[in-house]
């Protein structure tokens, strides 16, 4: 394996001096080498499955599932074996490498499954998070070109299926499909358990995975297999994982969080996942991570604020005295939260930022370094990151800016599909990858996020595009026009505020205000819908005619009033 040096280099000391070695002597192009070895082409399901069969880790767990009204567990081998029929089923539908797969499902064993087999056809996935209508489903399955598409009966509903040419295989995992839909279980029971692995190069995309942007369509981010590479140091250096943990990443894989660290990164290292079906539930929560007996736990400052505002009396009936440390990704991670961890679980949240885009943790509180409060860390060793102006000159200590990281990691999202150009302005201040967050660095290189520059809202830690809302609700006939932009909110990060100009003829009233929510509720996504409204005579646009988000973030703060 030779991974003990690269390990070695980072020893899990509090220790800077040692991540100061790291950082000069590591480089993920060495971490290549040792993966890699001179195999001249690769597949990410060979390194999660068959390299921990090889170890003689078949017959541990790979997943537990727990939902409200079924329970599940598989080993690796069993997992390999489910993998392998569904990859067979693929193969008898024609989908070859670099076709899509499109899963809209909810968290579930097929999930993964589906999601393992079609990477080791090289065949390209297309998550949806299960809360996305007809139209945010439209928009990814006609922009991806999916040929295939696994959902269940209740989701199949809001698949425009005759607007789709290009989709030929629809698998259903649950409930009764139609003449024109397949049965995901009898199809994988009547398929075989071997097959061969499609090798593919470190470049060849894994997933597509939609992500909003502040202006237009959601981007397809374009990941590959090459992320491996990122997403096994990151688990080693930031989640620390070891052998004998049990992991629990609450994301749902329809984000990149529940995806690169809710399966990649855990069975990289061959650590048991817990996936917990349905909704968010505090108690349900608490239960589960007594019951798995989770050792490391990756989840969200809101859903932490949310158990301790459940109470003592909820959290406080579990025991969760495994948890060796927990991690914090996708909004501010805050004091009261922290001090909540340390005095009632006795145990430090570390905070992780990284995006869509990067595709991997990139800047954060290192278990071998001292945390400070408020600050979200220190780049990962081979990552370099700085705060740069608008021109791309480095800014010194203190100063706000860009936060940006030179181009270049394992991770990082190769392309936006069918758009080269949108992913070239990621990369318009070369060498680096500007990110849309503002941040300011410390003398000691800790950097301090400071909200989105570009409009982009983060909800209960959902990341929402605020032309996409808009858009919908310019399509209903009381709306000429519509600013949306992010409130601060408590509880949620932010929530979505719309401002909107009635047409002629129409006067506001609370239950408009409803019918306009529900209108994004049903069309967009839930999450999407906007909590606050507020009516406007016009709304402030730029030269170029898009909205002015920096005029609709003074409304939403109320500046000036
Ligand atoms: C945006 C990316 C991959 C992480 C999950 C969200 C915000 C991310 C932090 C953090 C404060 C954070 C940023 C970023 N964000 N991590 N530790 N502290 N804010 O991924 O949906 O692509 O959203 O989430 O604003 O740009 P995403």
Same mark, same amino acid.
């Given at each position: ?330 909004? %501010? ?47 990962? %060793? ?48 070369? %060498? ?130």
């Amino acid at each position: 394996m030779g991974n003990q040096k690269i390990i070695g280099a980072l020893p899990g000391e509090h220790n800077l001096q040692d991540y100061d070695k790291a950082c000069r002597e590591f480089s993920f192009e060495m971490l290549a080498r040792e993966f890699y070895g001179n195999a001249g082409k690769i597949n990410i399901v060979h390194r999660v499955i068959d390299h921990n069969i090889e170890r003689g880790r078949g017959d541990r767990m790979a997943l537990y599932y727990d939902a409200d009204d079924r329970q599940a567990s598989y080993t690796f081998n069993e997992l390999n074996e489910q993998v392998n029929r569904f990859a067979n089923v693929l193969d008898k539908y024609g989908l070859q490498k670099g076709d899509r797969l499109a899963i809209f499902l909810p968290r579930s064993p097929e999930l993964y499954i589906s999601f393992l087999g079609a990477a080791k056809k090289g065949v390209i996935v297309v998550p949806m998070f299960e809360a996305f209508m007809k139209d945010a489903v439209r928009e990814r399955l006609l922009s991806s070109g999916a040929q295939a598409l696994v959902t269940n009966a209740e989701l199949l509903s809001r698949v425009p299926r005759q607007e789709l040419p290009d989709l030929r295989a629809v698998l259903i995992t649950q409930g009764a499909g139609d003449a024109q839909t397949l049965d995901w279980y009898s199809e994988v029971a009547g398929a075989s358990p071997r097959t061969e692995f499609c090798w593919v190069n470190r470049e060849d995309p894994l997933f597509i995975l939609y992500a909003a942007g502040a202006d237009g369509r959601p981007k397809g981010l374009v990941h590959v297999h090459d992320m491996m590479l990122g997403l096994w140091a990151t688990a080693a250096w930031v989640h620390d994982l070891k052998e004998d943990d049990v992991y629990w990443c609450t994301a749902d894989p329809g984000w990149i969080t529940g995806i690169a660290y809710g399966f990649w990164a855990p069975w990289l290292h061959g650590v048991p996942v817990l996936v917990k079906g349905g909704r968010f539930d505090a108690e349900q929560w608490c239960r589960a991570l007594e019951k798995y007996r989770v050792s490391v736990w990756y989840s969200a400052p809101t859903a932490f604020r949310m158990i301790i505002a459940a109470g003592k009396e909820v959290y406080g009936r579990y025991d969760l005295g495994r948890l060796r440390h927990i991690l914090s990704v996708g909004e %501010p991670l805050t004091d009261d939260v922290m001090q909540w961890s340390l005095e009632t679980l006795g145990v430090p949240i570390y905070d992780t930022w990284w995006m869509s885009e990067t595709g991997m943790n990139m800047i954060c509180n290192l278990r071998c370094l001292n945390i400070k409060m408020g600050s979200i860390g220190r780049p990962v %060793p081979g990552i370099q990151a700085a705060v740069v102006d608008d021109e791309g000159n480095e800014l010194p200590p203190y100063r706000i800016g860009n936060l940006a990281v030179r181009a270049g990691w394992p991770a990082m999202a190769r392309d936006v599909w069918g758009n080269r150009e949108k992913y070239e302005e990621y990369f318009r201040l070369k %060498p680096w990858f500007i990110s849309g967050d503002a941040a300011y660095m410390d003398e000691d290189g800790y950097f301090y996020f400071q909200g989105r520059v570009d409009g982009v809202i983060n909800t209960a830690g959902e990341r929402v595009g605020p032309w996409e809302v808009e858009e919908k609700l310019r399509e209903h006939p009381a709306v000429q026009d519509a600013g949306v932009a992010g409130k601060p909110d408590k509880i949620r990060g932010e929530i979505i505020k719309a401002y909107v100009v009635l047409q002629p003829g129409y006067e506001w009233s609370h239950a408009l205000g409803e019918e306009l929510r529900n209108f994004v509720k049903t069309g967009l996504a839930a999450h999407a819908a906007p909590r606050e409204f507020a009516v406007k005579e016009s709304i402030p646009k730029t030269p170029d005619g898009k909205v002015d988000r920096k005029v609709l973030r003074g409304w939403v703060l109320e500046l000036g009033k």
